[in-house]
Nanobody, 116 residues
Framework: QVQLVESGGGLVQAGGSLRLSCAAS????????MGWYRQAPGKEREFVAG????????RYADSVKGRVTISRNNAKYPVDLQINSMKPEDTATYYC?????????WGQGTQVTVSS
């Protein structure tokens, strides 16, 4: 099992920046894909950014491309998400995820609120 804990959420004004971090414990050696999703009130959970495969290919959602940077050091974790030029539509609960050969792991989420 992999356990994930997010941090760094909060209230920010439109145009501001925020950095989220995801720490992991447990069987992290089994993780082959990791990153971030978000869920706004009344909407489905959507992919934001992530690493996949042995080469660590990075993907971004079109809705955040150019404003978001996902990063990690040489280890798999922590995985950070830098969000710049924030918009009210970025308001959501942000979840860290990890895909493994077993069940996928999800963090409890961290709330991000962008005021206009």
């Amino acid at each position: 099992q992999v356990q994930l804990v997010e941090s760094g959420g909060g209230l920010v004004q439109a145009g501001g920046s925020l950095r989220l971090s995801c720490a992991a414990s447990g069987r992290t050696f089994s993780v082959y894909s990791m990153g971030w999703y978000r869920q706004a009130p009344g909407k489905e959970r959507e992919f934001v950014a992530g690493f996949s495969g042995s080469g660590g290919t990075i993907r971004y959602a079109d809705s955040v491309k150019g404003r978001v940077t996902i990063s990690r050091n040489n280890a798999k974790y922590p995985v950070d998400l830098q969000i710049n030029s924030m918009k009210p539509e970025d308001t959501a609960t942000y979840y860290c995820y990890a895909a493994t050969p077993g069940p996928d792991a999800w963090g409890q989420g961290t709330q991000v609120t962008v005021s206009s």
